[in-house]
């Protein structure tokens, strides 16, 4: 019998892998998301401001249609991303009420549609808020996740007071979401071919694609983009190797394991050359079954910024990868212990 992943630990998928298809009106927002749970996963993580023409203060007509048409395909909302406009324009920032009131619909709209939790940037609430949300957040029973991925680490200085600030709180109502962006051994193949279709010279991809975790490689791409020699047709997707593209290490994640209730277990495309896509998903599994995980593990597809493929294909080979590497692993890590 083929290894599983423990009960305790629960696959989803993120509406935001249909981003594309939801930008295109083809089909109504409520009929993608309901699709997915009908076709993919019966548990899904919900992108309000794609879903929700009321966004960020949701309509309940809006959000009791979404929840009903869920439900009618044994379907429901694992966490919810929330948005905090922090500006009213570019230099009138929002006072902590403010910024409160802004959050407090997104709350009830998740209460209301079925999730557990509300997903926010690490560090963008601050402490102040928080504190303020927590009666809230125990009132409705939601999880407030504080999310960490990409070129962020565990000891970046904009990230270390956020974490602290959790863990100072000892609430298991405001928790971390870690995002496997952060594990990636090597960049996506289709990456790479875009940027060599897009001019990137052949020394720079050179090193992209043989040491991306030597930090020198990460010196040449600042490098070049101050240089002002990055081709404008792909500005936008080189600015991935500063942001969303990580270099971590799974042991780095070790120290914060206690605050995290949740994974985005991110993919850009499936081509799983030298395991680029499967050893992080292994790595994990390893380090959970370690560490006691109990929560969420959502597959988050990013690559339909530069690839056409269906979401639904991609969405579905992903969680059967990602549930056969983690369910390995762990097998292998409880019976260690």
Known sequence: MAPEIPPYW??????????????????????IVTGI??????????????????????????VDELRDSLAAKGGRVSIAGASLDDFTSPTARRSLQE?????????HAAQRVGADGIR?????AGKE????????????????????????????????PALDAIAGLGDDHVRVLVDISMLMPALPVTYLEELRRGGISPELLGRLENDWRDPATLDAAVALL????????????????????GRSDPADLQGIL????????????????GHRVSQPLSDLGSLLSRDGFTGTL??????HEWLLDDPTEMTRRHLALAGSALAGTAQAGRAVV
């Open 120 to 124: 926010l940037p690490i560090g963008q």
């Open 226 to 245: 101050r240089a002002g020699k990055v081709p404008p047709d792909i500005h936008t997707l080189f600015m991935n190797l500063l942001i969303r593209f």
């Open 37 to 62: 749970a009908d076709s993919v996963t019966k548990t899904i993580e919900l992108e309000p401001g794609l879903l929700w023409r009321s966004f960020p203060a949701p309509q309940d007509v809006e």
């Open 99 to 107: 910024r409160l009131d802004f959050l407090v619909p997104q709350l």
């Open 129 to 160: 808020l928080l504190t303020l949300l927590q009666p809230l957040l125990h009132e409705l029973d939601l999880v407030l996740y504080e999310e960490i991925q990409g070129q962020q680490t565990p000891w970046n200085p904009a990230v270390a």
């Open 298 to 303: 959502t597959s988050e597809w990013g690559g």
């Open 10 to 31: 629960t696959l989803c998928a993120s509406s935001f892998n249909w981003t594309p298809e939801i930008t295109a009106a083809r089909r109504t927002a409520q009929d």
């Open 258 to 273: 206690p605050l995290v209730g949740a994974f985005h277990l991110k993919f850009w495309d499936l081509d799983d050359d």
